[in-house]
């Protein structure tokens, strides 16, 4: 408590981030098959053999049950949420503020998009305008095959917590998710500590094409119930490798770490693992088959210098 009230050093970015309006390029379908927009924190734009996956969507202002006080997001959503495409199903990982957004879900109700949650979650939804039918509501291990669709979502183990208030801990389940397609897997963490479960995830399901794990806002004190990156990349090579797509970051400060420190630190231990490390900008689509490197972009935030070259060499040298 005494480190979030000392006045934390650079918890928040001193300007806005880099970003890029994604809309253009939605219009054309992913050339490998499998593309993915990080939209700001844990939400992210999955196309998945042209199925479209929204990952734990949050348009909102805060993370908090409050509209005037709680944490603040950096900037606005690179793309605005009634101008997004079609979207055929969202994942939501588990019921905290900044996973599962009320005025986002609002506005969300007025699509025919179906639902996919850990167990009970689902009431959330039901209360806030989404229909029944359009929820389906898993246990870990249990897969869903996504009506007149190829796509399969499994819930799979995660090491959390739960809750919206002072009397519903853990009233809801929360989980990690594996999406298959034709051609394309990938690996959604929600909010998780690390654990060997990811082991046998990886055992039955890998290997993934696209890991997304979250990085951000983690310490010590909270046990183990977030990976930050160190575990992050721990938790990586239990799941089998595979292209990481870093999230829950630089959108919202709930630690008192460097809004930057995640990213700054998985640059730098990323490369004796020999795994793929993608750091697209907010907005900025990726396809994990083609993509291989971006610059520090989020560097000229602090007006410092981005040294590409030498980034290249800690990832292991460009690639064509």
């Known amino acids: 408590m005494s480190e979030f009230l000392s006045g934390r050093k650079l918890s928040v970015p001193g300007k806005p981030l880099p970003a890029m309006n994604p809309l253009v390029h939605w219009t054309k379908p992913a050339v490998s098959g499998l593309r993915a927009t990080w939209l700001g924190h844990s939400t992210v734009l999955l196309e998945m053999d042209g199925i479209r996956i929204l990952t734990d969507p949050v348009w909102g202002l805060r993370a908090s049950p409050s509209s005037f006080i709680g944490p603040k997001r950096f900037q606005p959503v690179p793309a605005a949420l009634d101008a997004l495409p079609r979207i055929d199903l969202v994942v939501i990982s588990h019921d905290h503020y900044d996973h599962l957004d009320f005025p986002t879900i609002r506005q969300l109700a007025k699509r025919d998009v179906a639902f996919v949650t850990p167990l009970g979650v689902g009431a959330h939804l039901e209360a806030w305008g989404i229909q029944p039918q359009r929820i389906v509501e898993l246990d870990w291990w249990q897969s869903h095959a996504v009506p007149n669709t190829d796509l399969v979502v499994t819930a799979t183990p995660s090491q959390h917590f739960s809750g919206r208030g002072l009397t519903d801990r853990n009233a809801t389940l929360w989980s990690s998710f594996?999406?298959?397609?034709?051609?394309?897997?990938?690996?959604?963490?929600?909010?998780?500590?690390?654990?060997?479960?990811y082991q046998s995830i990886g055992e039955l399901f890998g290997p993934?094409?696209?890991?997304?794990?979250?990085?951000?806002?983690?310490?010590?004190?909270?046990?183990?119930?977030?990976?930050?990156?160190?575990?992050?990349?721990?938790?990586?090579?239990?799941?089998?490798g595979g292209a990481l797509?870093?999230?829950?970051w630089g959108t919202f400060s709930l630690a008192p770490h460097a809004w930057d420190q995640p990213i700054e630190f998985l640059l730098n231990a990323i490369a004796p693992l020999n795994s793929r490390l993608l750091l697209p900008r907010l907005g900025e689509p990726v396809e994990p088959a083609l993509w291989y490197f971006s610059d520090a972009w989020w560097r000229g935030i602090h007006d410092a210098e981005t040294d590409s070259v030498a980034i290249k060499r800690r990832l292991g040298g460009s690639h064509e």
């Open 178 to 197: 594996v999406l298959r397609s034709p051609s394309a897997s990938v690996f959604f963490s929600g909010d998780t500590g690390l654990t060997t479960e």
């Open 245 to 248: 797509l870093p999230i829950h």
């Open 208 to 240: 993934f094409d696209l890991v997304m794990l979250e990085v951000g806002a983690f310490h010590p004190a909270w046990g183990h119930m977030h990976l930050g990156p160190e575990n992050a990349l721990k938790a990586l090579q239990l799941l089998g």
